[in-house]
């Protein structure tokens, strides 16, 4: 296949985008590297630096290119950030979005991966989270986002635009010679790894007293690998279907204390923890079913255990600062 990946230097994206190369598939990445770095871009890939909301350049660069699909990583992901300057995350993740929809639609690109947020979810009604449960965000981060979900919905049904949205829950650890690295970093396993190298005095709990068996919050984490797996696979599935939407997590929920002790166990490193309050827009409880994408595309996640995600992530960690 002949691949565009949008923010293929990010973590997510690079993952895929290394994953897709070593079985064979040609990709180009478009990035703007406003929180990447050149040297994340494998060397195998074509790379072109530009901003999807500069409609000219990411319209030749479809026209030019001819893909067979289109993964698009590229957007703002921190929902702390989006309660302080919502506006940042709508412009970058849905008007930018709505940009490369229409220059996908005029080049004649009818084949999308969206990657999608549980954020869209907000505050659940019952746990597991199935795909068909409310709509309704806590933060502007997952309403960026389900804004073009809502848009994709509307341009499969009138302009026969076939996609895939995949509702990630907490993406973790780290491939062979490449993982988490966000500049700035904000996600908990990275910075609680910080804490055990000593390049952070202590981590953050936000929150104390959710209703939770420690009172603080839960999430559900998902191998890097694993979910690139699936991204092949939604591609894949384009082919026979016009529009699917699947969560992606591994159905076990972790409080942000318990991925503090799994830190502990796999670095045998003290972690230092800094109690803080709450921060708005955060739910207490984010699990997922993933049954729906096991059933229909036949996904199986390699890495079941919180420890085994950790590990990954520790491997990369300690080779990034080598």
Not at 170 to 198: K, Q, R, T
Not at 205 to 214: A, L, M, V
Not at 305 to 314: F, M, P, Y
Request: proline letters at 4%.
């Amino acid at each position: 296949m002949n691949v565009l990946v949008t923010g293929g230097a990010g973590y997510i994206g690079g993952t895929v985008s290394r994953m897709l190369l070593a079985a064979g598939h040609k990709v180009t990445i478009f990035d703007n590297l406003c929180h990447s770095r050149r040297e994340s871009i494998p060397s195998s890939a074509q790379f072109i630096q530009g901003d999807l909301a500069d409609r000219p350049v990411i319209e030749a660069t479809l026209r030019e290119g001819q893909f067979d699909g289109v993964l698009h990583f590229a957007a703002l992901i921190e929902a702390g950030e989006s309660m302080k300057v919502p506006e940042i995350y709508f412009h970058n993740n849905t008007m930018a979005t709505l940009t490369l929809l229409e220059a996908m639609l005029a080049t004649g690109h009818k084949r999308l991966v969206f990657s999608s947020t549980a954020a869209c979810y907000g505050e659940p009604e019952k746990t597991p989270i199935t795909e068909d449960a409310h709509l309704l965000p806590t933060n502007a981060y997952g309403e960026s986002k389900l804004l073009v979900e809502r848009m994709l919905t509307w341009l499969n049904r009138i302009q026969d635009l076939r996609y895939a949205s995949l509702r990630y829950f907490n993406v973790a650890g780290a491939i062979d010679g490449y993982g988490e690295a966000h500049e700035p970093e904000s996600h908990l396993i990275p910075l609680i790894l910080d804490v055990a190298l000593g390049r952070r005095a202590s981590i953050k709990i936000f929150g104390q007293d959710y209703p939770t068996k420690d009172g603080t919050c839960v999430r559900d984490y998902v191998h890097v690998s694993d979910l690139a797996d699936a991204h092949f696979l939604a591609l894949q599935a384009l082919d026979n279907n016009s529009r699917l939407i699947y969560n992606l997590g591994s159905g076990q929920g972790f409080t942000v204390r318990e991925v503090i002790d799994s830190v502990r166990r796999v670095t045998g490193r003290p972690i230092t923890v800094e109690e803080c309050p709450r921060r708005p827009g955060d739910p207490a409880v984010l699990v997922a079913s993933s049954e729906k994408i096991k059933a229909e595309l036949g996904w199986k996640p390699k890495f079941a255990k919180l420890d085994q995600i950790v590990t990954s992530a520790w491997q990369w960690h300690q080779q990034r600062y080598a």
